[in-house]
């Protein structure tokens, strides 16, 4: 592939990468960061790729493991601070900010990272399952039960109840 028809696929997949890396990220500037980087690690490795018409996956792949990379390293820092006393206080919602939050969208973000990815890339980006399988390197079978238990999930967040399991009344 010349260098031209590299620019121009890289070009055609910006849109769903940004798309994709903003669900992610929850942040445009983060959003761009992380693309950027995507695409500077594909570039760097472009003659590993195992598929050439696997192209789509391939970069959606690369964002996603960029992402966990960086969640990583947050948390590992994060740590490192409360060791040292400077951590920040607990920035989790409020019970009742979760109680009130019944749209959609809302749950769709306080799914977990794994799990909203599965949604956006079948739902949203109209990715295959196999794409996806290919994408998280697992098989196909553990994406479909991934991805139902994702699309459970959202409706119980839909439905109002919080991520976590009930509290039981004691006597």
Known sequence: M???????????????????????ARDPHAADDLVQSALERAIA??????????LRPWLFSILYRQFLDGQRRAQRYAGL??????GAADSQPSAERETLARSAL???QRLPVEQRSLLLWVSV???????VADILEVPIGTV????????QAL?????????????????
């Open 155 to 171: 409706r119980r967040l839909s439905d109002g109840e919080t991520a976590t399991a009930p509290l039981r009344l004691l006597k």
């Open 106 to 108: 809302e749950a769709l």
């Open 144 to 151: 479909m039960s991934r991805l139902s238990r994702a699309r």
């Open 125 to 131: 980006e109209g990715l295959s399952y196999q794409e």
């Open 2 to 24: 010349s260098p031209y028809e590299l620019d121009q696929a890289l070009r055609e997949q910006l849109p769903s990468l940004r798309r994709f890396a903003r669900w992610l």
């Open 45 to 54: 490795g472009w003659g590993q790729r195992r598929d050439e018409a696997a």
């Open 81 to 86: 601070l409360a060791r040292i006393g400077l």
